[in-house]
């Protein structure tokens, strides 16, 4: 089983609609992590968020919501009011355990292609 | 401005060549990461580096080298032994107390033929 599922491959969507961009995650640790990151044309990843196993609260920056549920193990991303700068590969990782040498291992979804059409 | 650096941004190698990737960072990160990205796969873990003079491997470390002589930097040789090392290749690097929060590099994409 995939400890980080991003099911949605691709989506798109009309320049100013809301997309959500779904997450679920696995893990029998109690601490945990939870990233998203941006990956637009260019290649580079881009952090946006890191939500701790903790809290539970939503987190709003501008446009970009996140709904982080423990109950369903899931960590949703929001867009409101899309632009097509939007248009990348968004990426959910999930960092969990220590090894010996206090290493917390990172795993990534597949990823989800966005893309906003004008 | 701080951040990482992957030099060069495509690389072509016929096949049965070493070829070596850099990677620098200006963060003053302890930890180093490899990972390639192929499509539909996501990323995968290749090597990463606690600290200077010391890496593990990853889930896919076949074929592939590094090395971590200084902070700054960790290279990653993609050698011959590799079945299929075309692929998009970042580095990131990361400090411990925020969960393994990554930052990554503008990656290298190489092609072998």
């Known amino acids: 089983a995939q400890k980080v599922t991003q099911a949605q491959t691709e989506i798109s969507v009309v320049e100013k609609e809301d997309v959500t961009l779904d997450c679920v995650y696995e893990t029998r640790d109690t601490t945990y992590y939870l990233f998203w990151y941006k990956q637009p044309p260019s290649g580079e990843l881009v952090f946006l968020i890191r939500r701790n196993s903790f809290d539970e609260q939503n987190e709003i920056s501008g446009r970009y919501s996140w709904n982080f549920q423990k109950s369903t193990s899931s960590f949703n991303f929001t867009i409101t009011a899309s632009q097509v700068v939007d248009s990348a590969v968004y990426f959910c990782?999930?960092?969990?355990?220590?090894?010996?040498?206090?290493?917390?291992?990172?795993?990534f979804g597949i990823g989800t292609k966005l893309q906003v059409i004008p | 401005d701080g951040g990482i650096t992957q030099s060069p941004k495509y690389l072509f190698r016929k096949e049965g060549q070493n070829v070596t990737l850099s990677c620098e960072q200006n963060?003053?990160?302890?930890?180093m990461y490899w990972y390639r990205q192929d499509p539909g796969q996501g990323l995968r873990l290749i090597y990463y580096s606690q600290i200077v003079n010391d890496f593990q491997k990853g889930d896919i470390a076949e074929g592939y080298s590094v090395s971590r002589e200084k902070k700054e930097s960790f290279p990653l040789t993609v050698t011959s032994a590799q079945k299929n090392p075309t692929a998009f290749y970042l580095c990131?690097?990361?400090?411990?107390?925020?969960?393994?929060?990554?930052?990554f590099g503008p990656g290298t994409r190489l092609t072998v033929t």
């Open positions: 990131a690097s990361s400090i411990r107390d925020r969960g393994n929060e990554q930052y």
């Open positions: 990782a999930l960092s969990e355990g220590w090894d010996s040498g206090g290493y917390q291992k990172v795993t």
């Open positions: 963060l003053n990160h302890d930890a």
